[in-house]
């Protein structure tokens, strides 16, 4: 603390008084935890930043388990899954995911992938990209629907949407088709049906 902001933090009726200081400077006041003198040692400072941080409680944690079991979410959490998107759609989609309000999202790449995790979890919303791969994106969407526990949700992303594919995206039963690049309103708009 070397400031005429941190002096008025000390004398103000709000201040903490559990609050860790380290002070820099010849006159440091009385409820400062370290004191550092000028010219600053970094390194000294960085080991008493250290300190500050440092866990008394030993902790143990097993690194050797690569995946965590999937924890079962709290009740009203909605669960999302972002299935073969590009990183920079994957991206702009969690942040609306996150402003509509669902913050659980899992991202897979392959089939087989989605698969798996539409079998250990049950998704509110999936998010197929729908492109010229040699999977047909439609027989997916189909199988999404036909599961024992089906997904609430399912919606296509694709980039090169057409009139033709939006139309055969509501039949198969998806509740929208999103464009890349992504229309706000459009997001949002499918978001709402969620």
Same mark, same amino acid.
């Given at each position: 603390?070397?400031?005429?902001?941190?002096?008025?933090?000390?004398?103000?009726?709000?201040?903490?008084?559990?609050?860790?200081?380290?002070?820099?400077?010849?006159?440091?006041?009385?409820?400062?935890?370290?004191?550092?003198?000028?010219?600053?040692?970094?390194?000294?400072?960085?080991?008493?930043?250290?300190?500050?941080?440092?866990?008394?409680?030993?902790?143990?944690? !097993?690194?050797?388990?690569?995946?965590?079991?999937?924890?079962?979410?709290?009740?009203?959490?909605?669960?999302?899954?972002?299935?073969?998107?590009?990183?920079?759609?994957?991206?702009?989609?969690?942040?609306?995911?996150?402003?509509?309000?669902?913050?659980?999202? !899992?991202?897979?790449?392959?089939?087989?992938?989605?698969?798996?995790?539409?079998?250990?979890?049950?998704?509110?919303?999936?998010?197929?990209?729908?492109?010229?791969?040699?999977?047909?994106?439609?027989?997916?969407?189909?199988?999404?629907?036909?599961?024992?526990?089906?997904?609430?949700?399912?919606?296509?992303?694709?980039?090169?949407?057409?009139?033709?594919?939006?139309?055969?995206?509501?039949?198969?039963?998806?509740?929208?088709?999103?464009?890349?690049?992504?229309?706000?309103?459009?997001?949002?708009?499918?978001?709402?049906?969620?």
């Amino acid at each position: 603390m070397d400031s005429y902001e941190a002096g008025l933090e000390l004398v103000s009726p709000s201040f903490n008084p559990n609050l860790k200081m380290i002070c820099v400077g010849a006159e440091a006041p009385t409820l400062a935890w370290r004191t550092v003198q000028r010219p600053v040692d970094w390194a000294a400072m960085v080991g008493l930043l250290d300190e500050l941080f440092v866990s008394a409680a030993d902790v143990d944690i !097993d690194i050797s388990q690569e995946d965590p079991p999937a924890s079962p979410l709290p009740p009203g959490v909605k669960l999302a899954l972002l299935a073969g998107l590009p990183l920079d759609a994957r991206l702009y989609l969690r942040a609306r995911l996150a402003l509509a309000g669902i913050t659980a999202v !899992d991202e897979v790449q392959t089939v087989a992938q989605l698969d798996d995790s539409v079998r250990a979890r049950q998704y509110d919303l999936v998010l197929v990209h729908v492109n010229d791969d040699a999977v047909d994106p439609w027989v997916l969407v189909k199988h999404l629907q036909d599961l024992e526990k089906p997904v609430r949700s399912v919606a296509g992303v694709s980039a090169n949407s057409s009139w033709k594919t939006a139309n055969l995206a509501e039949r198969m039963g998806c509740i929208g088709l999103l464009e890349i690049p992504f229309n706000p309103l459009q997001v949002i708009g499918l978001l709402q049906k969620v």
